[in-house]
């Protein structure tokens, strides 16, 4: 069985930073790749930022403010949030590619989500 435990997250003001990280534990045979979603009140959940072992991605609303980063002996990512606007409020969720003993393939992984707020 396969835990995502995401840490990090707060209140912050607008201009400040924060660090979220998740931590992937249970069965794990390869990481694929990792991520951030956020969902805003009201608002479809959105790819902010994910990561594989060759490359990066992110949402242009955050692209020279957000850095991701993956410890892969760890099986951690990291999302560094510098520069945060209030738009950038919500529930962060990591999420998780792994392929795994008990199945053998690729399946999709969540965490529980943490709330980030960025005050005016």
């Known amino acids: 069985q396969v835990r995502l435990e995401e840490s990090g997250g707060g209140e912050v003001q607008a201009g400040g930073s924060q660090r979220l990280s998740c931590a992937a534990s249970?069965?794990?045979?390869?990481?694929?790749?990792m991520g951030w979603h956020r969902q805003a009140p009201g608002k479809q959940r959105e790819l902010v930022a994910a990561i594989t072992l060759a490359s990066t991605n992110y949402a242009d609303s955050v692209k020279g403010r957000f850095t991701i980063s993956l410890d892969n002996a760890e099986n951690t990512v990291y999302l560094q949030m510098n520069s945060l606007k209030p738009e950038d409020t919500g529930v962060y969720y990591c999420?998780?590619?792994?392929?795994?003993?008990?199945?053998?393939?690729?399946?999709?992984?969540w965490g529980q989500g943490t709330q980030v707020t960025v005050s005016s």
């Open positions: 249970g069965d794990i045979i390869s990481i694929n790749a």
């Open positions: 999420n998780a590619d792994l392929t795994t003993y008990t199945s053998g393939r690729r399946s999709d992984y």
